[in-house]
């Protein structure tokens, strides 16, 4: 049956020991359940009807690593990999570090985008909506410290201007300091406890004088949202 909340989620038998859940986008799949017989079984089941590759035990998907400490009952999400090219790609892997990623001194707006056809040009030629875009899939999949950042700074991807450039080559220091970063998952309790933050700022957008708010949802302590 197909989840009503997310489309690539399907499931079997939900609410039981013996549930069965399945991962898929594209042509990257991962199967969960408590029951490791379902799991063969739906392989087996998968295969007859696709050409299918058995790979083990997750390791990795869409770029995300995935590892486990058993003992502790931890799971590890993080983008090492991907993040090591982004920075490389941007020629910021020998950048000295920093630590947070949007200094306070970046007072960014929309007066500092480009004016004249010549500074247009000039920018054109810099790949701004490309390192955004990097960054912000990051952010959706396991770095929420870069969220602030990555949305102050996609406000500007229609007409960046150099201003805009230098913070987001702070940004890229900050992720090449700190590229192993990520979200870590522990089992609690058997009695989910879901709790919700909020927060913004007085007016911090200098174009329009709007807030920016903020929000972050954990399960038992773990961010889900």
Request: aromatic content about 10%.
């Amino acid at each position: 049956m197909r989840s009503q909340y997310d489309s690539c989620l399907y499931f079997k038998e939900s609410h039981t020991d013996n549930a069965v859940y399945l991962l898929l986008y594209v042509d990257d799949m991962l199967i969960a359940s408590r029951n490791l017989s379902k799991i063969k079984e739906a392989k087996k089941m998968l295969s007859t009807e696709f050409d299918m590759k058995d790979l083990g035990y997750a390791k990795r998907i869409l770029g995300i690593d995935i590892k486990r400490d058993r003992k502790q009952k931890l799971l590890y999400l993080s983008q090492e990999d991907y993040l090591s090219k982004v920075v490389q790609k941007f020629s910021m892997h020998e950048s000295k570090p920093v630590k947070v990623p949007l200094a306070g001194h970046f007072k960014l707006s929309a007066q500092q985008s480009p004016k004249t056809e010549q500074e247009k040009l000039k920018m054109a030629k810099i790949p701004y909506s490309s390192a955004v875009g990097s960054l912000m899939y990051s952010m959706i999949c396991t770095r929420p410290d870069l969220a602030y950042a990555v949305s102050v700074l996609s406000k500007y991807m229609a007409n960046p201007g150099l201003d805009h450039w230098l913070a987001m080559k702070w940004v890229l220091k900050y992720v090449n300091s700190i590229v192993n970063y990520g979200l870590i998952y522990k089992y609690t309790s058997n009695h989910l406890v879901l709790e919700g933050f909020v927060d913004s700022d007085f007016a911090g957008d200098r174009d329009r004088r709007r807030s920016t708010s903020a929000y972050m949802m954990t399960l038992d302590g773990n961010c889900i949202s």
